[in-house]
């Protein structure tokens, strides 16, 4: 059955920096997107960063300039990097991705959530 899981590291300090990664597995013909979700409490899961396959990608306004997704389409794998972090980053992030099945299907994928706590 396909599947994301992502790795990353969970708490960091202010100032510090942050790698996420997530790979999709399983059977499946083509990865359409994989993109990054963040959510904190009380709000709802909120799509900020998302790269195609083609890799355009696109960056909601309140990440654009601090946030980097990166994808290796070679092992299914999609990056998110950040670099002095601030508290206001800390969220549960996880990893999405629309994937085309040998049956031709799309669906939506997700990770499991990965918390990042920015303190000190």
């Known amino acids: 059955q396909v599947q994301l899981v992502a790795s990353g590291r969970a708490c960091v300090q202010p100032g510090g920096s942050l790698r996420l990664s997530c790979t999709a597995s399983g059977p499946f013909f083509t990865i359409c997107y994989m993109g990054w979700y963040r959510q904190t409490p009380g709000k709802q899961r909120e799509l900020f960063a998302i790269i195609f396959t083609g890799g355009n990608i696109y960056y909601t306004d309140s990440v654009k300039g601090r946030f980097t997704i990166s994808r290796d389409n070679a092992t299914n794998m999609v990056y998110l990097q950040r670099s002095s972090l601030k508290p206001g980053d800390t969220a549960s992030y996880y990893c999405?991705?629309?994937?085309?099945?040998?049956?031709?299907?799309?669906?939506?994928?997700w990770g499991q959530g990965t918390q990042v706590t920015v303190s000190s």
């Open positions: 999405n991705a629309e994937i085309r099945t040998y049956s031709g299907y799309v669906r939506n994928y």
